[in-house]
């Protein structure tokens, strides 16, 4: 009980050194929120600027549980590799064998169970390609506002005025 609780700390405190205490290979520059880990976190590869919150890194197929009986040793086990500057949106689960390639956007609560190429935004269960990175950069620039920098009151009264608040 007090390793569970050691570690839940540990996790929270410190979560990229909690992944690479536990196995997994962490670039870096990446951040790590409530991310969950399999029971084999050394199969698990995150590259370079990589950011995830609440995301499930799933390595092993559960579902051998129906064989167990007539083939009690049976396990489906693969690493996952995430390349450099990738974003993981919000509850998101990658299954065992999958590579996501370099500068990829998975839309939130997707389920990435295949491969993902460089440059794209993928989304949806199963997650798939929905457009190009450079599609999705021009829409975001078009989109965006640059507050990123202001005070929490600045940010605040531009968007009120923006937004005729």
């Known amino acids: 009980m007090l390793k569970r609780f050691i570690h839940l700390v540990f996790k929270t405190l410190s979560p990229i050194r909690y992944a690479r205490f536990i196995g997994v290979r962490v670039g870096d520059g990446c951040r790590l929120i409530n991310v ?49 500057n990738v974003f993981i949106g919000f509850g998101c689960i990658i299954l065992p064998g999958v590579t996501v390639g370099d500068n990829v956007v998975i839309g939130a609560h997707s389920v990435v169970s295949k491969d993902i190429p460089p440059n794209c935004v993928v989304a949806g269960v199963p997650a798939r390609v929905i457009k190009d990175l450079q599609s999705y950069k021009n829409k975001i620039l078009f989109d965006s506002h640059d507050t990123k920098y202001m005070s929490k009151n600045e940010k605040r009264a531009y968007y009120c005025n923006e937004f005729s608040i």
């Open 36 to 84: 969950k880990y399999s029971s084999e976190p050394y199969l698990i590869s995150i590259g370079n600027h990589v950011s995830a919150t609440s995301t499930r890194f799933e390595t092993h197929d559960g579902g051998v549980w129906v064989f167990r009986t007539t083939n009690p040793g049976v396990d489906v086990v693969k690493p996952i590799k995430i390349g450099d």
